[in-house]
Structure formats: C-alpha cells, structure tokens
C-alpha cells in the first residue's frame, strides 16, 4: 500500500513537470462573450480581449502574446511566441516602451533588429547606435535625421552624395552659419548654401562671401528688394 502511494505521488511530479508553458492573460471582466462567436471570429474577439490563452490560430495568438507583453511591460512574455518574426517584433516594442538599447542586441530578425537601434538612435539622439545599422539606407537615414536634430554636422560625414550637401545645407541655414557652407566641395552648391543663409538672415554683408558673380548679385538683388518691401 505504501509504495502504491508512493508511486502515486512520482506519477503526480512528473506530471507537474511535463505541463506546457501557461500563456498568461488578463482577467476577463464579466461573461466570456467571445464563446458566442466560431473561428476567426472567436480567435479575434479573444485577441481583443488579450485573452491569448483561448486563441487557437498560431498567428493570431502570437500577436495577442506580442500585446500582452507591450501591455505588461514584460520582455519575458515575449519568449513565449513561437514565430520568430513576431517575438522579434515583440522584442523591438518593449525595448522602444522600456528605453533599453540592450534588448536590440538580443532580437534574432535583422528587419526588426535594424529597426530597434533606428528607433532608440532616434528617440535619444544616439548617433553611436546608427552605426550599429546593416541596412546603408536605414543607416543614413539614422545619421541625417540626428545631425538635423541636433545640428550637428559633424555627422553629415558619414552621408554619402547629395545626401550630405542637403545635410550640411540645412544645418547652415538652421545656425545661420556660412563657415559650414565651406565644408561643400562643390563650388556652385558651395555658393548656394551662402546665398540661402545670406538670404534667411537678411543681411546683404554676407553676400560678400560669394564668390560666383550671378549668385552674389541675385543675393544682394532678393535681399534688397525684401527689406524695401
């Protein structure tokens, strides 16, 4: 009798250990009125409710998981969907809500880890993680929008083509400075920059700097005419 008991209490153990992982939820308030509906219908309203547990399609239930997780403020909940692209997905949302650069290093699809050190480069002005960037065009980007943000053209060197006389362009006009129009290899573009900043600040002074003749004079010619009006 005692080790029929005995067995009894192993049998339970093993049980207990070999249980799936728990999808947790939120507490539904009132009846469970997604059991009225069939299908994809249930699944979506169950989904809505972030009662993720109760959604059979795989999809649908790992987006439910993806929200839950951004709801909770849990990286851990993540861990527990199945698709590779939406846990990275869920990855990238809390480590934008959470602020945690950390997290981006851990995220297993590229799109989504890309994403991560644009948006964290972004919302703290964090050029350094720019470069951690594979993609060239999501790179730049990154770059030009922190140099125009904070008006930095230190940054713009690592633009390439046009890309950098725009980038040095708008920070010129932005502190109304000529000297950064000098960092323009490019003559006519180079003597652009000076009649835009010239322009912008109305002073006929720094038409002066000018050195191709049409452009001075059309400088000196629009601020005139402006301040006569």
Known sequence: MKLFIALLV????????????????????????????????????????????????????????AELAKKKGDIAVCDLIKSDTSQSYCQEQIAEMTNDHDICGDINNEYWENNCHYNLAINNNKDVYCSLISTDEQKYECFMEIAVATDNALLCEFLEGAEVTQCLITIAKSLENLEICDQIEESLVRNTCKFRVAKQVGDIELCESISAKFIKETCISEITGASEE
């Open 10 to 65: 192993v049998l339970s153990l093993l049980l207990v250990a070999c249980d799936p992982v728990v999808i947790p939820d939120d507490p539904i308030v009132g009846d469970d009125s997604c059991s009225e509906f069939e299908g994809a219908a249930k699944d979506n309203c169950y989904a809505e409710k972030i009662q993720c547990s109760k959604v059979q399609n795989e999809v649908v239930r790992d987006a439910c998981v």
